[in-house]
């Protein structure tokens, strides 16, 4: 019975000793991913804004950003309309952005995407996205869903893939 185990390891003695290898560089790989490597493609370090201020990201001058509970004819019941206006010059260059989102910075942590679907005129001047070849300036003006009880402050929060792994974080409060 002996002799046998000693010729299997003999005859996959290549195999183990790429195993001792690959195993623990593949563990290497995955945490270098999921930790250092993929946090340069994606937004996670703020930049803090705070109220009525304006910052240099990504080549554009950003800022001030204010926000302002609205009434609009279609928001439902027990629910309260938050309109956010972001100012945004590009400078000399076009800046491409993330569709901004509305966090509660304090309570439950809440977050909110923007809507369109809440019954405000049609306004070809209101710009809800940032147009990622234009080096004009404008502002983007974006309406917010939250319900009734969201307490603030709140933060809007957007990132331009050519400034991450930081993103925008703009504290306001309706």
Same mark, same amino acid.
């Given at each position: ?33 999921e930790t250092a490597g ?5 937004? *996670?370090? @703020? +930049?803090?804004?705070? &109220? /009525? !201020? ?7 001058? %950003? ?19 938050? *309109?956010? @206006? +972001?100012?945004?010059? &590009? /400078? !000399? ?7 901004? %989102? ?21 306004? @070809? ?37 050519? @400034? ?11």
């Open positions: 019975m002996g002799e046998p185990v000693r010729g299997w390891w003999r005859a996959n003695v290549l195999g183990l000793g790429a195993l001792a290898v690959l195993v623990p560089l593949l563990a290497a790989t995955i945490w270098w991913n993929g946090s340069a493609n994606s937004p *996670t370090r @703020a +930049v803090a804004l705070a &109220p /009525g !201020a304006a910052t240099d990201y990504a080549g554009a001058v %950003v800022g001030p950003v204010t926000a302002e509970f609205v009434e609009l004819p279609n928001a439902p019941q027990d629910t309260r309309v938050v *309109t956010v @206006a +972001v100012e945004i010059d &590009p /400078g !000399a260059r076009a800046f491409a952005c993330t569709l901004p %989102v509305l966090r509660e910075v304090g309570g439950d942590a809440r977050q909110w995407d923007s809507t369109s679907d809440l019954g405000r005129a049609p306004d @070809a001047d209101r710009r809800t996205y940032c147009d990622p070849e234009s080096t004009a300036a404008f502002t983007l003006a974006l309406d917010y869903l939250v319900p009734e009880d969201v307490s603030g402050p709140l933060a809007v929060e957007f990132g331009s893939p050519a @400034a991450y792994p930081e993103f925008v974080s703009a504290v306001v409060e309706p």
